[in-house]
């Protein structure tokens, strides 16, 4: 069972992401061993499968503790994942591959104040990707081209900066730059503009776009504002504890959704025409990922059972028993609910 | 301010010894002075019961104690911070084996420790360097481990991983230079204690029998009967000088504590 989508890509996809498990155990006191309780485990990422293809702006969003961060970070190798594959250009990708992989594939994080070491000038962050990989070539050159097509011009001003001496989204476009000196085939971007200030977030979106076209660059993006998801992605993936409940076509997915979930968050964007007199807000408890509800872990919260419509389908009892899994409901169009 | 100072004193009169006071008045056999003089225009400390000068023996001293001060310090510091970094880098059962030996060390009382170590190694310069130094680095390690594992979880550590670093790269270029500042106000604070204890060692007999450090003075003061004879001139200088200096440490280590440390600075 898989998501495929046609995107803008062409080719066969870059990173293909197959049933992803990443759990993570609370702290066991020996008391509580000895007790025998066992630790709480926190499933973060549940099962999960994605793929971006050559060239496609990919767009994972869901609310806050949804797990779509802890997917990147795996995606990186940066947290182990329970089970599941990690596929990299058709091949899996194992442990001793790793160090190629990161520099095929590059990721942004949500706050480029805390991703750059404080004690190094800009140069030495951005050329510390080519010193990990020992790129051969005239080290300067390359530090100055990264930067140049970060769009911080001229390059050479920025050479012996600090990270405190440039603005916010500058930083982040060191960050960017850092990650185009290794040429990667694909960037992982955490909430790239989530901690920018409103006035720069268009213009770090306009330079990820600008490198998709003019490098081929696939790019997952990581999101809680569905809002920007319209704007750059051509596929959106929707998570929700730890699963992705709809994935399609950006234009699809956010104009006609077909998820209760996807409906409730779009329903809360103001962009999206929300009616704001029907629209539902999410009710029940917050989602928590060390007590996922058993069959579709939506319905606690989910208006349409509420509402008493799935009970009226005959549905009741399905949703709270059977896993709802991804359903291809319209062209490369998925969903995961028993209702739709 | 007032500790760098001091510290600057005591520094340059190590340093200069040589052109203070003449060396050949360390020896018995040099000796010029009367038994026990009173200080005097010649011996503007009086002499001890040789007949050397006690400001002869306290400017050679200061090079003896703050010697053993630093390297005993400077190797602390290296066997803590390892520890203490590698603990926190790797995290796991190998933080758990490192720490609790830390604690083995941390609990074992200094100066029993110290004195059968001093006593089974031998009394020489290098070994009294190795008693403290081995003895003095595990508050460093716990230290440096707390540090490291604030600073591995930094943004910037992940986003070198990701840029495919490995653990050398991450410890030499993101760890160290983040806890380094601690490591150095710290190695101001230990300087003193490492002091402190050549003092306490020498003062047991236990330090180099052929060098005169201030703790040497003070041994040969006391068993010579200092006190009751009443030859203040030959304790003082010395145990006025191990005072200044190590209040001249604490003060810097405090204040570059109070510099370094962001949750000091604005009290």
Known sequence: MSATGEGRGDGGP?????????????????????????????????????????????????????GKTTLARAIMGLVKPASGEIRYAGRPLRHRDLREFRRKVQMVFQDPTGAL????????????????????????????????????RPPERFFLLYPHEVSG???QRVVIAGALALEPEMIVADEPVSNLDASVRGEILALLLKLRDRFGLSLLIVTHDLGLAWTVADRVAVMYLGRIVEVGPAEDVLTRPLHPYTKALLQVLPEAGGDLSGRSILLGEPPDPTRIPPGCRFHPRCPEVQ????????????????VPLLREIRPAHFVACHLA | MAGLIILGFFLIVALAAPLLADSRGLSPVGATGGVLDPPSLDYPMGTDDLGRSVLTLTIWGSRISLMVGFFATALSMVIGAVIGIAAGYYGGWRETAMMRFTDWFLVIPFLPLAIVLASILGRSLFNIILVIGITSWPGTARLVRAQTLSVKERP??????????GDWHLITRHILPNVFPLIFANTILVVAIAIL?????????????LRISWGTILEFAFNGGAASRGAWWWLLPPGVAIVLVVLAFTMCGYALDEILNPRLRRR
């Open chain 1, 14 to 66: 870059v990173l293909e992401v197959r049933d992803l498990h990443v759990s993570f155990s609370g702290r066991q006191g020996l008391g509580a061993g000895l007790l025998g309780r066992s630790a709480t485990t926190a499933r973060a990422v549940d099962g999960v499968d994605l793929e971006v293809a050559r060239g496609e702006i990919v767009a994972l969003a869901g609310e806050s503790g949804c």
């Open chain 1, 169 to 171: 989204g500058q930083r």
């Open chain 2, 156 to 165: 910037y550590v992940e986003r070198a991983r990701a840029l495919g670093a």
């Open chain 2, 197 to 209: 204890s050549e003092t306490t060692l020498s003062f047991l007999g236990l330090g180099d029998p």
């Open chain 1, 307 to 322: 509402s008493g419509r799935a009970a009226e389908l005959g549905m009741e009892e399905r949703n709270r028993t059977e």
């Open chain 1, 117 to 152: 070491n404080p004690r190094q000038t800009i140069y030495e962050s951005v050329a510390e990707g080519l010193r990990i990989h020992k790129v051969s070539g005239e080290e300067d050159v390359l530090v100055s081209k990264a930067l140049a097509d970060a769009g911080l």
